[in-house]
């Protein structure tokens, strides 16, 4: 089993950055994708961005492309989300996943789950 552990959420004014991470183990996988779901109070939980892990393809939401960027640090299997010029909609319960199938977009295709940080963006 993996375990996916999430930190760095807070609170941050609108405007400001944040930068989340998600650290992986247990056990590897020959062909993954991490990802990063996020959920608002509310809200479905909707896809934001995930990164394949073995050439780095990236596939952000339309409601954050242009500011947020995810990234990997192989070694550690573990995930950055960079988060700037943050809007109070974007305040929500922020989880990372692995899916096993590639590039996907919606829970269903997450097999492993974290459990959630916490971004509340201020007005």
Request: positive net charge; hydrophobic residues 35%.
């Amino acid at each position: 089993q993996v375990q996916l552990v999430e930190s760095g959420g807070g609170l941050v004014q609108a405007g400001g950055s944040l930068r989340l991470s998600c650290a992986a183990s247990g056990r590897t996988f020959n062909r993954f994708a991490m990802g990063w779901f996020r959920q608002a109070p509310g809200k479905e939980r909707e896809f934001v961005t995930t990164i394949y892990w073995s050439d780095g393809s990236t596939r952000y939401a339309d409601s954050v492309k242009g500011r947020f960027t995810i990234s990997k640090d192989n070694a550690k299997n573990t995930v950055y989300l960079q988060m700037n010029s943050l809007k109070p909609e974007d305040t929500a319960v922020y989880y990372c996943a692995i899916s096993l199938w590639g590039i996907r977009t919606t829970q269903a295709e997450y097999s492993y789950w974290g459990q959630g940080t916490q971004v509340t963006v201020s007005s």
